[in-house]
């Protein structure tokens, strides 16, 4: 349940469901992206997306200094 918050902490985008809760911690196109759960076309596209186009999500505040 936290390997979201914890790839994110490590500058690593989240690719969530939207039924699993994390998708209240995601800001589609600045720290990863939400997908239709049980959608696999949106999550191909999606992984696919993130392989063309790296995120580079901002540092979280406490690694900033």
Not at 10 to 28: A, F, I, K, Q, Y
Not at 35 to 44: N, R
């Amino acid at each position: 349940a936290y390997a979201p918050m914890e790839a994110l902490s490590c500058g690593v985008p989240m690719l969530v469901s939207e039924d699993t809760g994390m998708n209240e911690h995601v800001r589609p196109g600045i720290d990863g992206y939400v997908v239709p759960t049980g959608d696999a076309d949106a999550l191909l596209d999606r992984l696919e997306h993130l392989r063309k186009n790296p995120l580079r999500p901002p540092a979280p505040p406490w690694r900033t200094a």
